[in-house]
């Protein structure tokens, strides 16, 4: 079964300090998605990528986020520096670039605490 | 404004019982797209439904309907004879243009917590 792989599962730092996020898209998706969630928020849209470049990152705190694919293979989303207020699940979904209609298929995400 | 909205926050029913999942959604798009994914206990949302907006159709999968009204722009999930392992976080979704040309927007509802008891 292909599936999206994102690393690492659990992520405890301090605040301050740079976090990275992995995430790893089933093999022939060209759309990536970013999206956080929280209890407060739901599941908030930070970035997604087609073919590797950006289209939407309106989500993002630009100040302290970036998001990035340095291959089809890989894409990364970090915070420097992380803020106890990013506390939060972090997920990656990727999909077939189908349009409007395509269907994601997510990971099991990123726990993160900032304490 | 919330362009997806799921006023139930969290249901419990006992096992066997029908449950019906409310979706409200917001779009000025003509042609849209409404989805429904399934977040269990592991955590990773799974896609369950996507509904285009020329088909109202409702559709019917085993237990698992959905009732698709653009009249009351909602897309609503019914649960017949539910079981303890449908308990999960259910999301709707919906998907229209974005701000630029050739992108969109996927945007999820808050969900809905299902707690089946048995």
């Known amino acids: 079964d292909a599936r999206v792989t994102q690393t690492p599962r659990h992520k405890v730092t301090e605040m301050g300090q740079e976090v990275t996020m992995r995430c790893q898209p089933i093999l022939g998706h060209n759309t990536v998605f970013w999206y956080r969630q929280t209890m407060m928020q739901g599941l908030e849209l930070l970035a997604y990528f087609r073919n590797r470049a950006p289209l939407d990152d309106s989500g993002m705190p630009k100040d302290r986020f970036s998001a990035e694919m340095p291959d089809a293979t890989l894409a990364t989303l970090k915070i420097q520096p992380s803020e106890p207020r990013d506390s939060a699940v972090y997920f990656c979904a990727s999909g077939l670039g189908q349009g409007r209609n395509e269907k994601l298929f997510f990971g099991s995400g990123t726990q993160l605490s900032v304490l | 404004a919330q362009k997806v909205t799921q006023a139930q926050t969290e249901i419990s029913v006992v096992e066997k019982e029908d449950v019906t999942l409310d979706c409200v959604y917001e779009t000025r798009d003509t042609t849209y797209y409404l989805f429904w994914y399934k977040q269990p206990p592991s955590g990773e949302l799974v896609f369950l439904i996507r509904r285009n907006s020329f088909d109202e159709q409702n559709e019917i999968s085993g237990r698992y309907s959905w009732n698709f009204q653009k009249s009351t722009s909602s897309f609503n999930f019914t649960i017949t004879a539910s079981q303890v392992v449908d308990s999960a976080v259910y999301f709707c979704?919906?998907?229209?243009?974005?701000?630029?040309?050739?992108?969109?927007?996927?945007?999820f509802g808050t969900g809905t917590r299902l707690k089946v008891l048995a």
């Open positions: 979704a919906l998907s229209e243009s974005g701000t630029t040309s050739g992108t969109y927007k996927y945007i």
